[in-house]
């Protein structure tokens, strides 16, 4: 039996999720924000008529932002995580396997629909579904393979005739699609590589579609041999349902302002520990690796800069939060100068474990904090049952350093006081 993917993409994400609950701003150019308000990082469609660019900073846009019109926000990860939990929830109810690929697109395995129902009108039945129950847009592209559903998403999204849904099991209509997609657009084909491949005269998916896979992976790499064999409709790229395992976890955001006082700067350091504590917990994994940095901002010039990082390698695996806070206090205490504005902080742990699974070393035990795993399972649910929230006492209780937000909307999905009202 022959495989179907699809790709379901959300448009214009975050932005989209911004305009679901502001009406009044339906037809209106709209912009999201990196940390601490500095470049664009999500457009509405209005705001890429205007021509705006990703990634470039807000101050170089204000006459813009002005003479157009264009509203700004904050990014507000909470929504977007929430909105994209409900589109892919509606997903995987659709389909009996779903590869949630990014926090706005999945890849459905489709095989043995077409035998029910036509794929087309399957696509158009997802797209209207997540349309109606969540008010966000999608693409839908349809295929024997990953990448060329990729390339259907690509279509589904630049032709307005396809209503936003496009099979492309037919191979006449694969071929004369790949004909018009420039080989950078190819999933998996990067800057770098597509300068080599115009270089040989490969400037079309479907330039490179034709190439001998066998001599496409002597010249550049096995992964671009894999990407050939797909566009010719040989799937190579299974949906992978279950999603790896991180092999690092990283806590690290700029701050609000430059931070001079040590409290300030050692209780972001902590509230950085704190969180990828949580998430390494997420992961079910101990790690034994601990890392932490701060540096100032190498943007501003005339002031002096510092940065450093210091590693340090545990006895033990751990994932209690008490132990990592030991831990990045002691590194914090090593690696800290005054005299400096500090612009960022950060931790990063590594080299996990899993649980029962590593050998304690002889002459340094594990600490054996009582009740460890059950004090850190309570303090997660409580601070994901969005109840109340439990931290501790070295994060700071009011802590000013935090990234700047001017432009947050509220939290219309996950809290009550949020809620919007309709009078």
């Known amino acids: 039996m022959k495989s179907v ?4 993409d959300c448009n214009n994400f975050y932005a989209s999720c911004e305009k679901l609950f502001r009406p009044d701003l339906k037809n209106t150019p709209v912009v999201v924000l990196s940390n601490n308000d500095g470049c664009v990082v999500a457009r509405s469609k209005e705001a890429k ?31 977007y995580a929430d ?3 409900r589109v892919m929830t509606i997903l995987e109810e659709e389909a009996p396997r779903v590869e949630v690929y990014s926090i706005d697109e999945a890849f459905m395995d489709l095989t043995g629909v077409e035998y029910a129902m036509d794929l087309l009108a399957f696509g158009q039945q997802v797209k ?26 690509h279509a589904a999204k630049k032709y307005p005739a396809t209503g936003s849904v496009v099979d492309l099991m037919d191979i006449e209509r694969q071929r004369r699609l790949m004909a018009l997609v420039d080989v950078n657009d190819v999933w998996g084909v990067g800057r770098r590589t597509a300068e080599k491949l115009r270089a040989k005269g490969i400037n079309t998916a479907l330039d490179l579609a034709k190439r001998n896979p066998k001599d496409i992976r002597s010249e550049f790499s096995v992964v671009l041999e894999r990407t050939v064999q797909e566009l010719n409709g040989v799937s190579c790229l299974g949906l992978e349902e279950v999603r790896p395992t991180k092999q690092q976890i990283i806590c690290s955001r700029s701050f609000g302002h430059k931070v001079t006082d040590k409290q300030e700067l050692r209780e972001a350091v902590a509230k950085y520990t704190t969180r990828a504590a949580e998430k390494l917990r997420g992961e ?77 070393d002889l002459f340094r035990p594990s600490s054996n904090k009582a009740y460890s795993r059950a004090l850190m399972n309570v303090v997660d649910h409580i601070n994901h049952s969005g109840l109340g929230n439990v931290f501790f006492a070295s994060q700071g209780v009011s802590p000013t350093w935090v990234m700047k937000r001017e432009y947050l909307s509220p939290s219309y999905t996950t809290k009550w006081q949020d809620l919007p009202k309709v009078w």
């Open 83 to 85: 909105l994209s939990n």
């Open 5 to 8: 993917f699809a790709l379901v």
């Open 128 to 153: 209207a579904k997540v349309d109606q129950w969540t008010g966000i847009t999608v693409g839908v592209g349809i295929a024997p393979t990953k990448t060329l559903a990729k390339l259907a998403n």
């Open 284 to 360: 079910k994994r101990l790690c034994r690796v601990v890392s932490a940095f701060i540096r100032t901002s190498p943007f501003i010039h005339g002031q002096p800069q510092y940065a450093k990082t210091l590693t340090v390698e545990l006895p033990n695996p751990t994932d209690d939060t008490r132990d990592l806070l030991e831990v990045t206090e002691a590194i914090f205490q090593c690696i800290y100068k005054e005299g400096f504005h500090y612009a960022k902080a950060g931790v990063i742990f590594s080299d996990f474990y899993e649980y029962g699974t590593f050998q304690e």
């Open 49 to 79: 008529a205007l021509g705006l660019k990703m990634a470039v900073p807000v101050f170089q846009i204000q006459d813009e932002i002005k003479k157009h019109g264009i509203v700004c926000f904050s990014s507000n990860y909470a929504l």
